[in-house]
């Protein structure tokens, strides 16, 4: 069994309050890589998606792309009953909109590690996150907005 580091910081602020990053037990060796997903939708167009993951470790790949001026709205579901590692990519170009809408239905014990990063943000474009927060940690990050 290994760890998973997360929400780790450039320098270390508040140290001592151990609020800079967290560790998660993960076993990435028995961790069951489903398939990756790429979405490319049109105009006004919605996607639909069902993640519930593999044995006790899942991890899955979504990337999203929102072409210039579209605006897109993509529901996902999470409905896991082990671990879930979901890494989603947001990627919009020039007057593009995505509404990104997640569904917890977790099982008790069971953990959702959702990260949402963006990459490739053109001028005005943007990003609509909604859903329960369900899971432990979550965050966006647009890069070059």
């Known amino acids: 069994m290994t760890e998973m580091t997360i929400n780790k910081l450039p320098s270390k602020t508040w140290y001592w309050l151990k609020v800079n990053e967290t560790k998660l037990p993960w076993d990435f060796e028995h961790t069951t890589e489903l398939p990756e997903e790429n979405i490319s939708v049109g105009q006004e167009e919605t996607a639909r998606f069902s993640i519930t993951g593999e044995g006790e470790y899942s991890s899955k790949k979504i990337n999203i792309h929102a072409a210039k001026g579209e605006t897109t709205t993509v529901f996902m ?16 170009e020039e007057d ?28 005005r474009a943007g990003a609509d996150l909604y859903g329960k927060r369900r899971y432990l940690f979550g965050y966006y990050n647009c890069i070059e907005w």
């Open 77 to 92: 579901d999470y409905a896991p009953t082990g671990k879930l590692a979901v890494y989603t990519n947001l990627t919009l």
């Open 96 to 123: 593009a909109h995505i509404r990104l809408i997640q569904l917890q239905h977790s099982a008790e014990d069971s953990l959702v590690y959702n990260a949402i990063q963006g990459e490739k943000c053109a001028d």
